[in-house]
């Protein structure tokens, strides 16, 4: 694999920025750029970036949660995750909180397993998973409202989710990032 692949940062020069819509997580914006002899305007989600948590438990067991998603209409499977919406809070303690919120269970070892831009041409969305281990339950359960209030736990053997996610069962892209990455990382670990 070639070690020069790697995306480039490229700042055009942007001639206004106007806020379209101020949301409660997100807001919309509209950039009108300078780019190559001409201009473009590109509307876009700004977003507060997230992060994800690939919980394993000592039998390779990924932590899986199905809950409401109104945008697709679906109950889908995920990753435990949240928002970056904690002013100066670092993405690994985001990362600690949202497992403790989502499923009232705590790890002993961290470590970062890959960042992505979820959907690069409508939102600058940073999301950062983590590969969380030593697995163990939190002292009381966290209380829970609105489409977290019946979310489905389930713990799935890490090769029956990456296998759900090829076979196209599985469809959430930041499940499938951080399933398939710890799937590689525990292959290159043995």
Known sequence: ?????????????VLSSDLVYKGWVWDVRSDRVAYGDGEITREYVAHTGAVAIVAL????????????????????WELPAGLLDVPGEEPILAAQ?????????TAAHWEHLVSSWTTPGGND????????TGISATEA????EAEEADIRIEWVPLSEAA????????????????????????????
């Open 141 to 144: 359960a966290h209380a829970r």
């Open 163 to 190: 296998d759900a996610v090829l076979a196209g069962r599985m469809h959430n892209g930041i499940l499938s990032i951080g399933v398939l990455a710890a799937e590689r990382r525990l292959r290159d670990a043995r």
């Open 97 to 105: 909180r949202e497992l403790a919120e989502e499923a009232d269970i």
């Open 1 to 13: 694999m070639s070690s020069h692949l790697r995306d480039e940062s490229f700042e055009p020069e």
């Open 57 to 76: 438990d000592d039998q390779d067991r990924v932590l899986l949660i199905q809950q409401y998603r109104h945008p697709i209409r679906h109950r889908d």
């Open 125 to 132: 969305e940073m999301i950062h998973v983590f590969l969380a």
